[in-house]
């Protein structure tokens, strides 16, 4: 996607070959940086503090960060520490379990003196994998926007309510929720998009909405509980988010606060989609209440909120009373029979055992 004129990714090797370098999401929406990460420290650093964030983005930075030890060190005792470290640095995503798995397959047989060239090429093509999936998601998810426009009768733009960020900066690029929007914008389809604030880190008020204007597609930020008020006065056409792992079985573990959304669709007759690609598949549960891990972050996120002030600057600031204890939950998990229909790379499919079957036979054989 463009950034004031040029394309950028959201992580790439450097002009050395060696480092590998990102878009610190922390900085947004107020300044855009770019980081130089050098070593698996370092990816994990950016992994863990959310330098980096988004499920499939993750799962590149845990790739990369494989390069980067392996470009260090590349014994067998190097590829187990970095695995074990990138591993343990965010819980709930399951990307980040299935690139290091990816990684560890196309490494660990070959010699050492072959392992940084083949880790290298293994994370490009994770990328690029990532891309082209991204890209499908928005291809299929068009049909439904589109379809949305004809409904009424080509009379008004489509009113879609997002959660979060699943943009491209939650990718490689195009995104998973907003691939079928930017493809839709492109296409001279008329979209607004309404876009949850998405609290505590304010992924949506700040990266979506972001995006967002750069891209140039109209929308207008709504605190997270204004969701169902606007469905009950008829002013979503659909939701459509992300997903940082869905069961076999397609329950959605996403953002705090998705959850809420799919239950005010239903209620409001609201189709309730979810973008994402197989790499966010965790074929070895069908339980995600029960079985997803939920990350229970700081809570000074909940606690402490920055911004520009209107001199400029940008500053944190305490919103609670000196003395009051935050809980963090950064996710939950949406049941399978409120989400209307996935849309995949492969397709779209009813959020259930034998829809995720009929696109993914070869995977959902081996399932749990």
Known sequence: MNVHGAPYRTIWVGDDGRSVHIIDQTRLPHEFVTRALNTVAD????????????????????????????AEDPSDASLIQACEMLLATRPTAV??????????????????????????????????????????????????????????????PVEI??????????????????????????????????????????????????????????HTVVVDNAGGHLMQHGRVDLCITGTDRTTAAGDVCNKI???????????????????????????????????????????????????????????TVRLTPDGSAAANFAFDVTPAHLVTALITERGICEASVEGLASLYPERARHAA
């Not at 609201?270 to 074929?283: A, E, K, N, R």
Request: hydrophobic residues 45%; contains cysteine.
């Open 257 to 315: 606060g998705t959850y809420p959304k799919a239950l005010a669709a239903r209620d409001n007759g609201v189709p309730f989609y979810v973008g994402l690609p197989h790499s966010t598949v965790d074929w070895t549960i069908r339980d995600g209440v029960r079985d997803i891990p939920i990350e229970e972050r700081d809570g000074i996120e909940v606690t402490e909120i920055s911004g520009r002030t209107r001199s400029g600057e940008v500053a």
């Open 161 to 218: 309510l997002t959660h979060c960020n699943a943009g491209w900066l939650a990718t490689v690029d195009w995104g998973t929720a907003t691939a079928p929007i930017y493809k839709a914008h492109d296409a001279g389809i008329p979209v607004h998009v309404w876009v949850g604030e998405t609290r505590p880190r304010n992924q949506g008020a700040s990266i979506t909405a972001w995006e967002l204007v750069h891209h140039g597609v109209p």
């Open 43 to 70: 990816a994990a650093e950016a992994i863990r503090n959310m330098r980096v964030r988004g499920a499939p983005l993750i799962g590149a930075m845990a790739a990369y960060g494989v390069c980067l030890a392996l």
């Open 95 to 156: 990307n980040l379990r299935w690139a290091l798995d990816e990684m560890k397959a196309a490494t660990s047989a070959l010699p050492a003196g072959d392992r940084p060239d083949a880790a290298y090429a293994k994370a490009a093509a994770v990328c690029d994998d990532d891309v082209a999936t991204c890209e499908a998601i928005g291809d299929h998810g068009l049909s439904l926007v589109r379809e949305a426009w004809e409904a009424a009768g080509r009379s008004r």
